[in-house]
């Protein structure tokens, strides 16, 4: 075999790989042009794609900002030939669209939910991660089993309760039924696990409370854990659209996605009157944009790991 | 020895989350199945005092809902938005992430504008691609505008074509709605791929490059295989919520749910169950518990696939 | 192939953008590996070693000078089109893959005249596997294999396509001791049997000595000795290469040349002819101690150790650099244990002086 003879070896070398000068720079010029084109298409590919992934967005603002004759000529103009902020104004004061009334319910509606849900959360994950008591594997097992269940199947009987508490077209059937969130509370255990048992043992001989403890401890150490969860929440209520379309769909409770959705911007012939619209649209779509610049490595840690979308 | 002054403690922390699980959570797992069994069940039947109505037991709400029109039509969309989608947006993504994490220059802003679509309103956002396929009617025989979409099409010298508007065809809404659920849809898919090549020793591309080995051949032969579990994991997730697909439809039809004129003709699965609520209780039962069964299978095939393919 | 490197010199920019500060890698480094020879690229870590390595392998490009495989200059060639095998230092095997796919893994790559039927490859395959002896386990996965094995399926995969240079980054380091000495004989005898010019990197001096045709010392990026393991050994050319060869360690003492004599403290321990008077440092192989009750040399005595073959006598002196001086004696010379003292003669080829300052060598 070749590997046994130094001459099969060194024939072989020079069968397979033929160098000479020529050839050298020949096969020099070839991988650097293969090089420029393989960056050339990576870079034309990865462009092309950012384009159309931010277009969407780039739409909205333009025609947010067009009057809507603009909007409407045939051949479309890429940049407001002037800007019409009243269409901005109009989202603020427009009868049908309510903004204040919505931004109110909505931000009420997720400042409570988010707190009580953070004490909730907070309670069962100590209990969880710190406490011994029967049946706590089985207990967490499943609760993680509920979470295999599409929520589609809960919002049946849920509708029917909250109809039989009484509770139709109020804020308790916008916060309670949704305050426990296993994936939270499985959250927020797998961070207080990571804190090391002996810091509670100390803090139970120099006699600190359970209370204490979570609170001078467990909360800092976990923080991070808890600002994602908030966020997460905060998201929740800002985009949640079926459970209130079908339990809090009057004006007094409607949340601002419903209130989208279900605004006409209309002119006075019935067709919709889009730039007022797309200013609508980026009005709601703003919170959620300076959360994406300023906490998006919080919310990435979170949903990274559970695959649902804020 | 378990301290029972603790074990009292703990209960007591776990209380207000043990009360509304069992609320919400555990009891309508059990009254859906009993919905489901109670053949025709409507809650203002049930309630109404003068009548003593009794519902037979059985599995006819099952049978109802399979033989109903409309819940075919809601499967069919609802699988093919599936099976379209979740195979487009995967590769995109598997492009995109092998693509960035290729290039040095440029490589955040582009990070950044990739993950933009993450944090939106499936809803807002959604009117903003309606807005895009969206003709103006006007009086005239074309319309006053046919939108930027079909904008771009003429300049390619492509014919204009009724997207969303009264008249249009399936395919064209179909199409609407696969832009825009792998539009959604890849962010996610970029970020946990990313992470996971990322994790990729950079020995295996080394080791790859001396022995010549072509792009293409390191693309399928070592980073696909050396990424089968997050791959996994991004088809997975993938099907779970395209099968729960609902509000991106809503997003671009509105609550019809379709075009002007064909109301309901992108309906899916849980548009179905969501119209049932507070009517049909039984068959929506029955339909919520199809759904889990369908999402259930195609999991448990997913990931016993997986587990042959992601194997090493 | 002889491998030739020219002026090689690798620069990284500075990772942080306002330091600014460059690290050289490798600088201005030359020399010539002979055809079908075994090299040791040898020195502590963050010396360049590994660079230079990468170099010769195309994985990174030289900031300037040149490399040349025969008459070849590849220095713009890139990686794959060099011809050379590199087994990586966690060997980079691909977990995905049985051992059979990942040695034949390169030969799927050849294209054009050099493409291979499957017979070809699975032949070619096997008996790279038998060479190093490997056959037995061609249909497990690598995480199935023991450390030594995965070695020598990473040793297959780099010789399969038959480079005309074999590079091994570290090729020991991940073994645990009994399998790195079999190990470093299996590289030689595979290495002998091929021919293939090969060259590895380690920061083990006694590695290196004990395979190599020849060794390669770098510090901080510049190369300081070239040759045979025992020349080099013998004959540093400067104090960090005499202090980086040899266990136990060379011993260092401050010392002065007066008159054509060496004092270690005011003993005169030997004639140095020719060179100037100055402050030196001495440098005394462990060897290089003999025991004489009149000899030069007086070095408190702190403790014996005796190792079957030789005995080991641990000693202090003023004039140490080190806190402690150890001598290798044949275990025939007795030893007072009780003694306070020991009185050593010195071996003349065994003692070195090298210049207080630049630490070069002082030749006598």
């Known amino acids: 075999m070749a590997f046994k003879k130094k001459e099969a070896t060194a024939d072989l070398a020079d069968s397979s790989v033929v160098m000479n000068a020529r050839n050298l720079q020949q096969t020099a010029a070839r991988q650097r042009i293969s090089k420029i084109c393989g960056k050339t298409l990576t870079y034309t590919f990865l462009l092309l794609m950012a384009l159309i992934v931010i277009f969407p967005f780039y739409f909205m603002i333009i025609s947010s900002l067009k009057t809507t004759e603009e909007y409407r000529r045939s051949v479309p103009t890429l940049f407001p030939m002037e800007f019409k902020f009243e269409n901005y104004l109009n989202v603020f004061t427009d009868k049908d669209f309510q903004f204040w009334v919505l931004f109110r319910n909505t931000v009420f509606v997720g400042v409570v939910s988010t707190l009580l849900s953070l004490v909730i959360t907070v309670f069962s994950a100590f209990a969880f991660a710190r406490l011994e008591f029967k049946g706590k594997n089985a207990l967490f097992a499943a609760l993680l089993g509920t979470m295999m269940i599409p929520g589609e199947l809960f919002t049946i009987t849920n509708y029917q309760t909250v109809n039989d508490f009484g509770w139709m077209n109020s804020y308790t059937v916008l916060i309670v039924p949704f305050l426990v969130s296993v994936f939270y509370i499985y959250l927020l255990k797998q961070n207080f696990m990571q804190i090391p048992n002996e810091l509670y043992l100390a803090a139970k001989v120099d006699g600190t409370s359970d209370l204490k403890y979570l609170w001078k401890v467990m909360i800092p150490l976990a923080l991070p854990s808890l600002i994602s969860i908030t966020i997460l929440k905060m998201m929740g209520a800002w985009n949640s659209y079926m459970w209130p379309r079908l339990v809090a769909n009057d004006s ?11 605004a006409a911007f209309v002119d006075e012939l019935g067709n919709t009157d889009y730039p007022r619209q797309m200013a609508a649209v980026a009005v709601v779509s703003l919170p959620l944009f300076l959360v994406f610049i300023f906490l998006r490595k919080y919310i990435m840690k979170g949903v990274s790991r559970s695959g649902i979308k804020g | 020895m378990v301290d029972t002054r603790k074990q009292w403690k703990a209960w007591l922390y776990l209380s207000p989350a043990i009360v509304l699980l069992l609320v919400f959570t555990v009891w309508p797992i059990f009254n859906t199945i009993r919905l489901s069994l109670m053949e025709g069940y409507n809650s203002t039947m049930a309630a109404n005092p003068y009548v003593d109505h009794e519902f037979a037991i059985g599995l006819g709400n099952f049978k109802r809902v399979l033989e109903y029109p409309n819940f075919l039509t809601c499967l069919k969309n609802t699988v093919l938005l599936c099976v379209i989608t979740v195979p487009i947006s995967t590769l995109l993504a598997l492009l995109i992430a092998v693509g960035l994490h290729s290039i040095k220059f440029l ?136 099968f729960k697909e609902y509000s991106s439809i809503v997003g671009i039809f509105g609550d019809t749910m379709g075009p002007a004129g064909n109301p309901y003709r992108m309906d899916t699965m849980v548009g179905f169950i969501y119209r049932a609520i507070g009517k049909q209780e039984g068959t929506a039962s029955a339909a919520a518990l199809i759904l889990f069964g369908i999402i259930f299978v195609v999991t448990m095939i997913n990931l016993a696939v997986s587990k042959k393919k992601t194997h090493y | 192939m002889k491998v030739v490197l020219q002026n090689l010199t690798k620069i990284f920019p500075s990772r942080d953008k306002k330091s600014n500060q460059e690290v050289v890698a490798v600088n201005d480094f030359s020399f010539e590996i002979p055809d079908g020879k075994l090299i040791g690229l040898l020195g502590p870590s963050g010396c360049g070693k590994s660079t230079t390595l990468y170099m010769i392998s195309g994985l990174q490009k030289p900031t300037s000078g040149k490399i040349f495989f025969g008459d070849d200059d590849v220095t713009e060639l890139s990686t794959e089109n060099r011809g050379i095998g590199l087994v990586f230092q966690n060997y980079a095997l691909y977990p995905h893959m049985t051992v059979k796919q990942n040695i034949m893994f390169p030969l799927e790559n050849l294209k054009g005249k050099d493409k291979l039927t499957k017979a070809e490859k699975l032949e070619r395959a096997m008996s790279a596997a038998k060479l190093v002896q490997i056959d037995e386990l061609m249909d497990r996965k690598p995480n199935e294999l023991s450390g030594g094995q995965q070695q020598r399926v990473a040793i297959a995969r780099a010789l399969v396509k038959m480079p005309r240079v074999l590079l091994l980054d570290e090729p020991l380091s991940n073994l645990d001791a009994r399998l790195r000495l079999q190990t470093r004989e299996e590289i030689r005898r595979i290495q002998k049997e091929t021919g293939i010019t090969t060259v590895f990197v380690t920061h083990d001096q006694e590695e290196a000595m004990s395979i190599s045709d020849m060794i390669v010392v770098m510090k901080l990026g510049v190369l300081q000795q070239i040759g045979k393991p025992q020349e080099v050994y013998d004959d540093p050319v400067n104090l960090f290469v005499a202090k980086f060869l040899g266990t136990p360690p060379i011993n260092v003492f401050n010392g002065a040349v007066k008159e054509g004599k060496l004092y270690i403290g005011d003993a005169a321990v030997l004639e140095t002819p020719g060179v100037e008077d100055q402050e030196v440092t001495v440098g005394i192989r462990p060897e290089g101690f003999e025991l004489e009750a009149d000899g030069a040399l007086e070095c408190q005595l702190s403790n014996v150790e005796v190792m079957g073959r030789d005995v080991s006598i641990v000693t202090t002196h003023p004039a140490s650099c080190n806190v402690t001086i150890r001598s290798i004696i044949d275990a025939d010379c007795k030893v007072d244990v009780t003694a306070t003292s020991v009185r050593y003669n010195l071996k003349p080829h065994k003692v070195f002086i090298f210049n207080k300052e630049t630490e070069e060598r002082i030749y006598f």
């Open chain 1, 252 to 262: 007094a409770h409607k949340l601002i996605t419903n209130g989208l959705r279900g």
């Open chain 2, 107 to 242: 490589q955040k802003p582009l990070q950044t504008i990739f993950f933009m679509p993450y944090v939106t309103n499936s809803i807002a956002i959604g009117m903003v691609f309606a807005a895009m396929f969206n003709m103006v009617i006007g009086g005239s025989t074309r319309p006053d505008s046919v939108g930027i979409i079909n904008n771009l099409l003429e300049a390619l010298g492509i014919d204009y074509v009724n997207w969303t508007n009264a008249g249009s065809k399936y395919w064209a809404n179909l199409v609407v709605m696969v832009v825009y659920i792998v539009w959604n849809a890849l962010p996610f898919k970029i970020l946990v791929l990313l992470g996971g090549l990322q994790g990729i020793n950079k020995q295996y591309y080394e080791a790859a490059r001396v022995d010549g080995t072509k792009k293409s051949r390191v693309l399928w032969k070592i980073t696909v295989p050396l990424l089968s579990p997050m791959l996994a994991y991004v088809i997975i997730t993938g099907f779970i919520g395209g």
